[in-house]
């Protein structure tokens, strides 16, 4: 699931939102929320904006 989001952003050049997955019940499943999703997949969360956390600050693999 990670990949996915992570895919997505190379994909479309920009943080996924919840609704661009169809599997979206998923990940509140898996991660408990959106945010916490998107933070296990390297982004920064800030308010409803995401930020993507470079390779050098250690997040994204």
């Known amino acids: 699931m990670i990949?996915?989001?992570k895919d997505f952003y190379k994909e479309n050049k920009r943080p996924p939102?919840?609704?661009?997955?169809?599997?979206?019940?998923?990940?509140?499943?898996v991660f408990g929320s959106?945010?916490?999703?998107?933070?296990?997949?390297g982004f920064?969360?800030?308010?409803?904006?995401?930020?993507k956390i470079s390779d050098?600050?250690?997040f994204c693999s």
Request: no cysteine.
């Open 44 to 51: 920064e969360t800030k308010s409803k904006k995401h930020k």
């Open 3 to 5: 990949k996915q989001i």
């Open 17 to 29: 939102i919840l609704n661009d997955f169809k599997n979206n019940h998923q990940f509140i499943k």
């Open 34 to 41: 959106w945010k916490n999703a998107m933070i296990r997949a």
């Open 56 to 58: 050098e600050e250690g």
